[in-house]
């Protein structure tokens, strides 16, 4: 929720807000606008909304990952992990999860950007 403060209404205005939306590719998102105000004259608060539809269309980071045909066990292997920021805003502090059974159990193993590369 983002609460922006107006000092008065007057005759009419625009706020413009920049905000980044979350969610999976192809999904509608709601962004609801609500305006609280309260008329000079009276003791009562009045309020208005709006609500809009939002299509994410795409993702934000394009994620790729190489593993060779086929593996020996108890053998190391090169795993890649391609990704690229679709946006023009910059993203720090990036990790990659990876899950993988060794035949008995499902672990999982986070990587920084860093380490990208196994």
Excluded: C, W
Aim: hydrophobic share 35%; no cysteine; net charge neutral.
């Amino acid at each position: 929720m983002l609460n922006h403060g107006l000092e008065s209404i007057g005759g009419g205005g625009k706020v413009e807000v920049s905000l980044a939306l979350v969610g999976p590719d192809k999904s509608i998102q709601k962004l609801q606008a609500v305006l609280s105000y309260k008329p000079q004259n009276t003791a009562s608060t009045f309020e208005n909304e709006a609500v809009k539809e939002v299509a994410i269309n795409g993702s934000a980071i394009f994620l790729d990952f190489k593993t060779p045909e086929t593996v020996l066990p108890n053998v190391r292997n090169v795993y890649v992990i391609h990704y690229k920021n679709n946006t023009d805003e910059t993203m720090t502090a990036n990790t990659y999860k990876m899950n993988f059974f060794n035949g008995k159990e499902r672990h999982n193993d986070y990587f920084s950007a860093s380490k990208i590369i196994l």
